[in-house]
Each structure stands twice: as C-alpha cells, then as structure tokens.
C-alpha cells in the first residue's frame, strides 16, 4: 500500500473550482513532487492534505487511514508534518524552542505536569532538548539554537524551520515551496538536505517552482494545472510531455 | 534555566519579607491589611496574564469567576441549618464533617457549611462554568470570548445585585474565618495581620512558582507557538483548541480562588466585586504589566491595586484605569515594561515604510 | 394575562427595541466602514440625552435635540481622529480594549460634568400622563416620537447608503478599503464619517427616548452590550437584521418582565447573546460573515 493515497479529491472555493478530481500515490520512501503553474491548486492542495481545508469530494489515505477533514494537529499526530510557503515560525522564540515544539507529537507532559514540574516531567524535556539538538545538527542549524528565531536571516529561517517539522520524525514530509527566496546556491544545498532526509527513512511530498531542484531530486512529479492533474510520471517523461510544455510554455 | 526560575521566586519571597519589614518599621503596619487584598487581587491577573499573553484571549469576565468564588464560600458559610437539624440531608452533611456549628452574637449556634466544603464546591463551579462558556466560544476567533466573558460577568453581577438570597446591594457578611488547622487561618483581623499577609504572599509565590514552570514546558512552548504562529502550532501537532480551554479555566479557577479566599480574609462581599469595571480593572493591570510577563503583571497589580485600595486615586479610581487602558494599548499595546520606544515612534511618525502590524 | 396587557408589553417593547436596534445599527455603521466594535457607542446615546438636557434649559427643544447631536457627532469625530485614526493595523483585541477604555472615560467624563442625578427631556408633546388610545391600548405619544424617529432614521441611511455618492463611496470603503484608496477615496475621512453617523444616530435616539426612560451618565454601558447583542443577532454588519433584531430583543425583554423578578430582566437579554453567541454566531440573517470573522 503507498504511505498517501489521494483519490478524487476536489474544492471549490465559491465559483473557483481549485482542485478538480485529483488522484495520485506516493511511495514510501520517495520524493514526489507537485508542479504547475500559478494558481494551478498547489497550496489549497496541501491545505486538503494536511487537515487546513475540508475536501469537498474524495478522499485522503494515510497509512490506510482516511485522513481528509481532520483537523491539523490529528493529522500531525498519526506522522504527516509540513512546512509553509510563507516561513511560519514563532518569531519571539529561540531556534531551539521553535525546534522542541515540533517534538510535541512525540512527547505528553500535559498542562498539569508542567505546572508541577515533576521528575518524569524534567526527564521529558531534556529528551525534547535532544532531539531538537539532534535535528538541528543534522541539519547543521545546532549552532543557531540560542538565537531568537526573528533575528535570523531568511535562509536561515527556512532551515529551523525544516528542522522544526523534521523533529516531529514523520513518515511523510510536506515542503511548501522550500527552495522560495532561495539563492542557487542555497537551492543545491538544499536538493542535498532532502536526499538526506529520504536517506533517514522520510518520505517527501515537495510543491515547488524551481525546476532544477525538483528535475533533480524527484522519483516522480505530479503536473497540475486549474486544478486538475495532467501528468504524473518520472521527471525525464514528464518533461517530454506535450501537455505539460504546453501549459507551461503557452500554445 | 529551571534555577533562575527559583532563584526568581527567591528574591520574590525575600522582597515580600522585606515590604513586611518596612511598613513594620515605619509605623504602617496597617498597610498590610491591603497588601493582603491586593495579593489576592494579583491572583486573578496573574491567571489573566497567562491568558491574555499566550493563549491570545481576552476575558471579561474574570470579576465573574471571582464573584462564583466568593459569594459561594460566603453563601455556604452563613446559611443556618440548626432550624432543619432534624432533617435527613443536614444530618448526613453533618456526619460528612461537611458542617460546622459556629457561636453568634447572640450566644446561639449556628449551623453552615465547613468553609473549605464551600471552597470546594466554589471552585468546582467555577471550573464547570470556564468550561461550558469557553467550550463553544474559543473555537471562534476575534470578539467571541471578550462578549462572552462580558455577557458572563454582567450576567453574574445582575444577579448577585438582584437576588434577595446573595444579599443584593448589600452583599453578604459575617463570613467566617477559613481555618487551615494549626492554628493558621485566613481572615480574622487584626491580631492575625502578619499571618494573613504571608498567607497570602505565600499563595501568589506558590502560584508564581507553578505558572513558571508551566511557561517551560512543553504545554508552555505550545501556548507560545499559538501566540506565535497559530496555524504551524496545529500543523505540528497543538491542539489549540484545546490548550485554550486549558488556559481559560485556569484563569477562571484562579480568580475563584482569590474571590473565595478574600471574601474569607474580608469577611464578607458586596455586589461590586462582581461588577464589569472589576473585570476592565483587572485588564488594564494586565496590559500595563505586558500580557503574558508573570513578574510585569505582578509588579502592576502589586503597585495599582495598593493605590486603589489606599484610595489615592479616590473617586477618580474607574477613570484611572480607564484611562491607564487606552494609554497603554494606544502606545504600548504589549505592556509598558516591554515597550518599544522607537517602536512608538514609529507608529507616532508617517506611516510610510513602517513594516507589518502586530498580532 | 388580558390582550391589553399584552398589548402594553408589546409597546413597550418595541418602544425599547428600536433604541437598542438604533445602537446596533451605529455598531454595524462603524464595523462596516472599520472591523472594529466600537464599545462607546452607548456612550453616543448616553451624551444624546444628557447634553440635550442641558441645552434645553436655554434653548427651545427642537434645537437642543439638534445641539446634542452635533455636539455628539462631534465627540465621535474626536474620538475616530485622536484615537482610532493613526493605529496602524491594530488588532481586533487591542481595538476592543481601547474603545472600552473610551466608553469609561467617556462616562467618567460625563460623571464629571453632570455628577449622578438622573434626568430627561421634557415631553416632546403632552407630558407623562398623556396617553393616546390606539386600538385598546394607551400609548404615551412619545412613544409615538420614538417609534417614528427610528423609522426616519432608518429611512435616512437607506437613501443614504442607497442613493448618495458619499454613502455608495462608504460602502465601497466598507467593502474593500485598499480598492477604494486606490480609486481615490478619502478612506481615512470616510472612517471618520462612520464615527459620526453613529454617533448621530445614536444622539437622536438617546434624546427622543429620554422622557421615557430617563437618562444619566451610566446607561452607556448597558445599551453598549444589549446593542451589541443585537448586532450580533442579526447578523454582524447587517442593519436590516438589527432592525428586526432590535424589535424582536425588546419585545422578549418586555415579556420577559411578566415572568421573572425585574431584577433579571438583562439577564435575559445577556442569556440569549451566549445563546447566540454559542450556536450561531453568524445571527439570525447573517450570511459567510460569521465564518469570514472566524479567520481573523
């Protein structure tokens, strides 16, 4: 069974039908990627998938759970973690918190426990702490993990970031345009940082507009456009499809 | 980290003793007497700070919660069973220990609810109306909890003003001491002064002591993350909804626990405890103090309640705090202890080129 | 209970329920034109009332009820440009606080001014045992001037907001702020003008309804939260709703009256705005709105 099966999955946004009838699968352990051009239905896809928007048709498989309409932070929890087009980080915090709280999905100390401060409770945060630290230098951010996240340049947000959706050990990665504002060469670091992370186990599911990096890295591309899916194949097929040059190139 | 957060509360408890020392030593020993109701006061908005700081809510309705505190303990406290003694119910109350008979004025005995018995009930109550008010609300976003809360805590106040049972304008008094065991007791005036100042500080260390260690927690990192970026909290797992019904019952129970534990220091409580200038009252310490900074509310509310109560601001003490909340919202809207100078600047001078606003 | 005491509940409580739809329909003027609840709204009621009382003393009435609206109308204008008007982009949270720092002040201000007793406006004809017989029931005939000077001012802000440049150009600052600069409108003016239709509005109520219920410098309060209830119950920014609202909220209040001590009588009103609040927030005839509120 593929780790995400999407089938038929549609939305409408007052008389904008953003996604129509979409329908694919991804492998576990590959890098698949979502293409096409502006407005062609990528983020409200990713929206669908992780829990910010309801389908109006279709369904969401992860795992063999059906996932569409949960909420976020459901989704979170069974293993789908995700980062955003517009960086979203908690600015007045460091590095490193903004790191630990994406290990929230692996850790319980509640409300309670963490006003009393208990043996287990402390036990708990020095293995958040570590964690965070782990990731962080697999990423190597570690360095950067007393600074206020607000204070850090744009490149570097984006690596706390990722590190922060990384911490939570999903089996599926969501990356919401990770290469936006990215130099090229921050764009080939980043093509490795995500080899590396399918090195780990962790599978991808990239949007993005930055053909090199996506041409390079990923086993397989989905092409979009007004909402509706007309390719899914290998990178080399796909960039041969007629169609595809088509909407991209114009008639 | 986790010793700053002691060492903190350290300093804290020795500035207490100090403050003791002071007004000892100078002759104003009776300034204890308010310093004990202001720390009671400090309660509330410190439940509110955490509130209106992290969970990004605002209540108010928390003179509300305070009222559900103290006119239950004091409800409880003062009925008179003795007349139904030989009913069933009283009778397995008694036998509960949930009743104590009491002397009168006149020589007689009375019969009413042990004051921790009514405490627990209080703060029971509190917690289930937290509950069923934030349930429905806090998953809407904007106005929803402040008219709530507001609805609420007018809602509270007509009805202790109204009811004939709670003492209408005149409130409720002949409110027994709380009595702890050992001799140590809340309430009971003067020749217990010391020991109720220290209760009291004592209780807000305590709570300042447990909200720390919230704020470092795992619980305290989501709280931030909502404040921070609402949608990656849930995207990485925080149940928001969830962890702001968490915040507001604490603020909620909190601030019936101050209102039960004052009304027994006082003695008694009137209707104004529950009026909506008590919740905007308690707001505006919370904005002057930075919402969501633990020692910056306790320092204003330390500050602010005093003067009111000492009657510095006399009968302007309603536009005062008016006053002090357009102020600071105006020019320091996180608090005038974090506030930006050239940030205010900014937004004093053209707009153009100021970067975003604020959340 | 006889239909004629039906009747006289009934009268009542439309007598009341167009004050509070005339609040609401202020709040939904200034929510329209800002996104902001303006809490001092019942304050605008409050001056109405109590500056006309003043100016009556010295002046014939029709031109102390027109005073007082001025002056009012004028405090709304102070009140947009010394303290809403250059905040940049604030939050709804902080804009809630702030003008319910206003709405204290305000009464503080008018506490100072004219202390703690209570007044009203003379009749504006007959005096208080008037009563017109209509149909069975006695009707005060300021009832009739309540009643009437609602429906005026409803009439108004329809030509207005329907047939007038300067209303479509609000509604066009009311729909889209950013569009309506860049065509050129003077969007800060125009928030300023919000501010002073609703206090206006709300002035003319305020003195038309004093002789009634009497007035002094803390019912601002009050009338704040029931407006806002009603507001919210016909759907937030709709003023057709909170003209039925407004109707349909007095009534239940008045009724209300028969069946529970007075003293409970905002408690029903109170109730029903959890009610609403709890259930459907977007209000009786309110539309997405509720759900666009519930993104910001």
């Known amino acids: 069974m593929a780790l995400l099966e999407v089938r038929g999955l549609g939305k409408r946004f007052g008389g904008v039908q953003a996604v129509k009838d979409v329908s694919f699968r991804v492998e576990r352990g590959t890098v698949k990627a979502v293409i096409g051009p502006n407005g062609a239905g990528k983020t409200t896809l990713f929206d669908l998938l992780s829990g910010f928007r309801a389908p109006d048709t279709g369904t969401v498989r992860f795992k063999e759970t059906r996932i569409e309409g949960r909420p976020p932070h459901q989704i979170a929890a069974l293993g789908l973690s995700r980062t955003f087009q517009n960086i979203k980080l908690f600015g007045h915090m460091t590095a490193l918190e903004n790191v630990m709280v994406g290990r929230h999905v692996r850790s319980r100390s509640g409300f309670v426990a963490g006003m009393l401060d208990l043996p287990a409770t402390r036990r708990e945060e020095r293995d958040i702490e570590a964690a965070a630290l782990e990731v962080m230098d697999f990423l190597g951010v570690a360095r950067l993990a007393r600074a206020p996240a607000g204070s850090l340049s744009y490149g570097q947000q984006r690596a706390v970031e990722l590190a922060r959706a990384l911490a939570a050990e999903p089996e599926l990665l969501l990356l919401d345009e990770p290469a936006a504002g990215l130099n090229m060469r921050e764009t080939a670091d980043l093509a490795r940082v995500i080899g590396r992370i399918r090195g780990r186990g962790v599978t991808v599911l990239i949007v993005e507009h930055d053909m090199s990096l996506v041409m390079g890295i990923s086993d397989e591309v989905v092409v979009l456009c007004f909402g509706e899916k007309i390719a899914d194949a290998d990178p080399r097929s796909v960039q041969q499809d007629p169609d595809v040059v088509r909407v991209y190139l114009g008639e | ?354 970067p975003g606003g604020e959340g | 209970m006889t239909l004629e005491l039906l009747l006289q509940y009934l009268v009542a409580g439309l007598t009341y329920g167009s004050i509070y739809a005339v609040v609401a329909i202020g709040f939904n003027i200034v929510y329209n034109a800002t996104g902001i609840i303006n809490f001092a709204q019942g304050e605008f009621v409050m001056l109405g009332g109590m500056v006309a009382v003043s100016l009556q003393r010295s002046l014939p009435l029709p031109l102390a009820v027109a005073g007082a609206v001025g002056a009012t109308a004028a405090v709304g204008a102070l009140v947009e440009v010394t303290f809403i008007r250059w905040l940049w982009k604030p939050s709804v949270l902080r804009m809630i606080v702030i003008t319910i720092g206003l709405s204290i002040l305000l009464r503080e201000g008018a506490l100072l001014a004219w202390g703690e007793s209570v007044r009203s406006l003379p009749y504006f004809t007959g005096d208080e045992v008037t009563a017109l017989a209509l149909g069975g029931v006695r009707v005060s005939p300021q009832v009739l001037w309540v009643l009437g000077t609602t429906a005026l001012i409803v009439a108004f802000l329809t030509f207005f907001f329907g047939h007038t440049m300067l209303g479509w150009e609000m509604r066009a600052c009311a729909s889209n702020r950013d569009a309506a600069a860049l065509c050129g409108l003077p969007v800060r003016n125009l928030v300023t003008l919000s501010f002073v239709l609703s206090a206006a509005i709300g002035a003319l109520a305020g003195a038309v309804v004093s002789p009634i219920t009497y007035t002094s410098y803390a019912i601002g309060g009050g009338l704040a939260i029931k407006g806002f209830t009603v507001a919210i119950l016909g759907g937030l920014g709709n003023s057709t709703g909170a003209l039925v609202a407004g109707l349909l909220l007095g009534v239940l209040e008045s009724l209300s009256v028969s069946a529970l001590p007075t003293a409970y009588k905002d408690v029903v009103t109170l109730t029903i705005l959890l009610a609403i609040l709890f259930a459907r927030p977007s209000g009786l005839f309110g539309s997405r709105e509720a759900s666009r509120l519930k993104d910001f």
Not at chain 2, 27 to 56: I, N
Not at chain 2, 121 to 126: D, N, W
Not at chain 2, 290 to 300: D, E, P, V
């Open chain 2, 1 to 354: 980290m986790r010793g700053s957060r002691h060492l903190q509360v350290g300093l804290f408890a020795a500035a207490v003793v100090a403050a003791q020392l002071v007004a000892q030593a100078s002759g104003k020993g009776f300034f204890l007497t308010q310093l004990t109701m202001t720390a009671y006061y400090t309660l509330v908005v410190l439940g509110l700070s955490l509130l209106m700081g992290y969970a990004g809510q605002i209540s108010l309705g928390q003179a509300g919660f305070f009222a559900i505190g103290g006119y239950t303990s004091a409800a409880l406290t003062t009925l008179d069973l003795s007349g139904q003694r030989g009913q069933a119910w009283v009778a397995a109350l008694a036998r509960a220990r949930l009743l104590l008979a009491r002397p009168d004025l006149y020589g007689g005995e009375v019969l009413s609810v042990q004051p921790w018995a009514a405490f627990g009930l209080a703060v029971l109550l509190g917690a289930v109306v937290a509950v069923s008010l934030g349930v429905p609300v806090l998953r809407l976003k904007g106005h929803y909890l402040a008219m709530a809360t507001l609805a609420f805590g007018t809602i509270v106040s007509s009805v202790v003003v109204g009811t004939q049972r709670l003492g209408a304008a005149d409130g409720i008094s002949g409110v027994p001491p709380f009595e702890l065991g050992a001799g140590i007791r809340i309430g009971g005036g003067g020749a217990h002064r010391l020991q109720s100042y220290y209760l009291a500080w004592g209780l807000v260390a305590l709570a300042m002591l447990l909200l720390l260690n919230l704020i470092h927690s795992r619980a305290g990192r989501a709280l931030g993350a909502i404040h921070g970026a609402e949608d990656a909290a849930r995207a990485m797992g925080v149940d928001t909804a969830r962890l702001k019904l968490q915040t507001f019952v604490l603020a909620a129970v909190m601030a019936t626990v101050a209102g039960s534990l004052l009304t027994h220091y006082n003695g008694g409580i009137g209707p104004s405890e529950a009026s909506v200038m008590k919740s905007v009252r308690y707001v505006a310490i919370v904005a002057v103090g930075g919402m969501g900074s633990l020692w910056g509310t306790l320092s204003a509310s330390a500050v602010l309640n005093f003067l009111s109560l000492r009657g510095y601001f006399g009968s302007y003490d309603d536009a005062v705090f008016g006053g002090i909340l357009v102020l600071v919202m105006l020019f320091a809207p996180a608090g005038i202890l974090q506030a930006d100078l050239r940030g205010i600047l900014r937004q004093l001078a053209p707009r153009r080129g100021a």
